[in-house]
T-cell receptor, first 115, second 113 residues
Framework: NAGVTQTPKFQVLKTGQSMTLQCAQD?????MSWYRQDPGMGLRLIHY???????DQGEVPNGYNVSRSTTEDFPLRLLSAAPSQTSVYFC??????????????FGPGTRLTVT | AQSVTQPDIHITVSEGASLELRCNYS??????LFWYVQSPGQGLQLLLK??????LVQGIKGFEAEFKRSQSSFNLRKPSVHWSDAAEYFC???????????FGAGTQVVVTP
């Protein structure tokens, strides 16, 4: 199993550009989520999905879109990048309500800089 | 609202010395609590978790944590740190049945020779 994979590892964008951060997992997890990590703020939930076709907003959803067309993939779209979106982005997944451990598996992260 | 506080932003410890990282939570019901570690340039790895039962839980890499309901705390400890323990440590609380997590701000641990 590759676990949770994220691409790209690093990205530099100019203000106003759009891009998609990719996330995939091969563990057949129902639940997937996107977090951003900023110094002194820990990880904050952007969007999450409890299954294919079902998504919802987290704590800091503005400026981001998600969709979940398959169990494996959960891309995060930045529609018009802003410097405030400079951050490290982590994707995570876990089994759904059938899973008793609630352990989330994290990808290696994407470091995004918006100039 | 649920919240997690890690009072120490940065801790420096000598190799071989003991380590304790503090975590305080605010949660209405019995909390499900986690400690994650993030090594430089890496994603997060689960160290241990507490759901119920024995309030002293053992984790990987020689870490343990103690849940104290009266103090709303879930402090992480290691008796003797290794240079490889230099990392950032996050405490988190489960906020719903689907597994959404509320993270603390993190504690950066530096290990000196």
């Amino acid at each position: 199993n590759a676990g949770v994979t994220q691409t790209p590892k690093f990205q530099v964008l100019k203000t106003g550009q759009s891009m998609t951060l990719q996330c995939a997992q091969d563990m057949n997890h129902e639940y997937m989520s996107w977090y951003r990590q900023d110094p002194g703020m820990g990880l904050r939930l952007i969007h999450y999905s409890v299954g294919a076709g079902i998504t919802d907003q987290g704590e800091v959803p503005n400026g981001y879109n998600v969709s979940r067309s398959t169990t494996e993939d959960f891309p995060l779209r930045l529609l018009s990048a802003a410097p405030s979106q400079t951050s490290v982005y982590f994707c995570a997944s876990r089994h759904g309500q059938r899973g008793v451990s609630y352990e989330q598996y994290f990808g290696p992260g994407t470091r995004l800089t918006v100039t | 609202a649920q919240s997690v506080t890690q009072p120490d932003i940065h801790i420096t410890v000598s190799e071989g010395a003991s380590l304790e990282l503090r975590c305080n939570y605010s949660y209405g019901a019995t909390p499900y609590l986690f400690w994650y570690v993030q090594s430089p340039g890496q994603g997060l790895q689960l160290l241990l978790k507490y759901f119920s039962g024995d309030t002293l839980v053992q984790g990987i890499k020689g870490f343990e944590a103690e849940f104290k309901r009266s103090q709303s705390s879930f402090n992480l400890r290691k008796p003797s740190v290794h240079w490889s323990d230099a990392a950032e440590y996050f405490c988190a609380v489960l906020t719903d049945s689907w597994g959404k997590l509320q993270f603390g701000a993190g504690t950066q641990v530096v290990v000196t020779p």
